[in-house]
């Protein structure tokens, strides 16, 4: 299996501009995740989707964060208007049927830099 | 409030020797504590999952331990490897389920560094 795949790995960008991640998660797998990390506050839970369907996005800062999942093999996490405190590693992870007893399996990261 | 604290926050040990990382929570309920290894520049990949009943938990040179009495839990490594070099996460899970989503509890990692 190729594993949770990212893209970009890694995208420079200017204060303002919109930036899209992109996430294909492991193929069966129901639960997709976005995680921020960052040297100040380690990992953290942006939203999850269960079945496509956005469960839980209390994580997500603001209004400028915005996640889809229009089907089971594609998900995006979008930042409109990107500010230079949105730098930051973007995990997605994936798994099956939830966390409890179950492994999630994280992606290599986006490494978002916004200048 | 539900915590978790790892320590050292960083360790530096020699290639070949053993070395011991803590991690205490106070999440609660309780539901499984996990072990990630992350690579500089790579994600998080799982070593091990420890539910309540499951005091030890071997991957090869890596041996998680689970005081669920005392809400502690370690990973011992053994005859480390240059490539060992990585930061450790613990992670607890509680026990509410909500939306078929346990809630993951992070520790900020401790990062181990290996040298020749």
């Known amino acids: 299996d190729a594993g949770v795949i990212q893209s970009p790995r890694h995208e420079v960008t200017e204060m303002g501009q919109e930036v899209t991640l992109r996430c294909k998660p492991i193929?069966?797998?129901?639960?997709l995740f976005w995680y921020r990390q960052t040297m100040m506050r380690g990992l953290e839970l942006l939203i999850y989707?269960?079945?496509?369907?956005?469960?839980?996005d209390s994580g997500m800062p603001e209004d400028r964060f915005s996640a889809k999942m229009p089907n089971a093999s594609f998900s995006t996490l979008k930042i409109q208007p990107s500010e230079p405190r949105d730098s930051a590693v973007y995990f997605c992870?994936?798994?099956?049927?939830?966390?409890?007893?179950?492994?999630?399996?994280f992606g290599e990261g986006s490494w978002l830099t916004v200048v | 409030k539900n915590q978790v604290e790892q320590s050292p926050q960083s360790l530096i040990i020699l290639e070949g020797k053993n070395c011991t990382l803590q991690?205490?929570?106070?999440?609660?309920?309780?539901?499984?504590l996990r072990w990630y290894k992350q690579d500089t520049g790579r994600g998080p990949v799982s070593l091990t999952i420890?539910?309540?009943?499951?005091n030890t938990k071997s991957n090869g040179r890596y041996t998680a331990t689970l005081d669920a009495d005392t809400k502690q839990s370690s990973l011992h490594i053994t005859a480390s490897q240059l490539s060992d070099s990585a930061s450790y996460i613990c992670?607890?899970?509680?026990?509410?389920?909500?939306?078929?989503?346990?809630?993951?509890?992070f520790g900020a990692g401790t990062r181990l560094a290996v040298h020749p």
């Open positions: 992870a994936s798994s099956q049927t939830g966390t409890s007893g179950n492994t999630i399996y």
């Open positions: 193929s069966g797998h129901d639960y």
């Open positions: 989707f269960n079945n496509n369907v956005p469960i839980d």
């Open positions: 991690c205490n929570y106070t999440v609660s309920p309780f539901s499984n």
């Open positions: 420890m539910t309540f009943s499951e």
């Open positions: 992670v607890v899970s509680d026990s509410i389920f909500s939306g078929g989503y346990n809630k993951l509890i």
